[in-house]
């Protein structure tokens, strides 16, 4: 289960409005972004990914947007669910040969019925 | 149908105990990895494999050894171990080079009392 007093950041929002997970990056040189969703007890789990070249990618449901200018990708996910409670994480890879992914600290997400 | 499975899923040691967490990916890919979350939820890269070859080792004490028989598995041995070890471990795969979307398996709760 989860740890007790786990002090992530944490979005609170009502069952059927949008969510904006924001996550800042930190190497200009990264070329690959990616979203994770990770449930309590489970591994995390891929939701959408984006390329340096690109600023904004959608999936369903989901939007990513990047700004390499100010070093920042947001999710944003339209119609919460509660199934969409979870802790969610942004990576980016440095580039180079290694697939090496870098992830952020995570926020929760609580979804309010 | 797991993709990415571990074994055991739970596990609970003494200090000083030397002990093995298993990974095996059915996806074909070419490359795996290990990494540990924190109580923090902080997730972090220990140690990737691409085609059995060592292609990153980040500073982890080298009490901890992967070992890969081939591409499909993964695992990664701890000697002495300490109370600092405790932490989910979690194996991934990906596509291989150029290819950074990562799966991940259920983890592994490490416990070392």
């Known amino acids: 289960g989860e740890s007790v007093g786990l002090h992530l950041p944490t979005l609170s929002v009502q069952e059927g409005d949008n969510s904006i997970i924001n996550c800042a990056y930190s190497n200009s040189a990264s070329d690959y972004f990616i979203w994770y969703k990770q449930e309590s007890g489970k591994g995390p789990q891929f939701i959408i990914d984006i390329r340096s070249n690109m600023d904004k990618r959608q999936g369903q449901r989901v939007t990513v947007l990047l700004n390499k200018t100010v070093k920042h990708l947001s999710l944003q996910i339209a119609a919460t669910q509660p199934g969409d409670s979870a802790v969610y994480f942004c990576a980016e890879n440095y580039g180079g040969a290694t697939n090496k992914l870098i992830f952020g600290t995570g926020t929760l997400l609580a979804v309010q019925p | 149908d797991t993709a990415v499975s571990q074994t055991p899923k739970y596990l609970v040691t003494q200090m000083g105990n030397d002990k093995s967490i298993k990974c095996e990916q059915n996806?074909?890919?070419?490359?795996m990895y290990w990494y540990k979350q924190d109580s923090k939820k902080f997730l972090k890269i220990m140690f990737s494999?691409?085609?059995?070859?060592?292609?990153i080792n980040e500073t982890v004490p080298n009490r901890f050894s992967p070992k890969s028989p081939d591409k499909a598995h993964l695992n990664l041995h701890i000697n002495s171990l300490e109370l600092g070890d405790s932490a989910v471990y979690f194996c991934?795969?990906?596509?291989?080079?150029?290819?950074?979307?990562?799966?991940f398996g259920p983890g592994t709760r490490l416990t070392v009392t």
């Open positions: 494999y691409n085609n059995k070859e060592l292609i």
């Open positions: 996806l074909g890919h070419d490359t």
């Open positions: 991934a795969s990906s596509r291989g080079q150029g290819h950074y979307e990562q799966y």
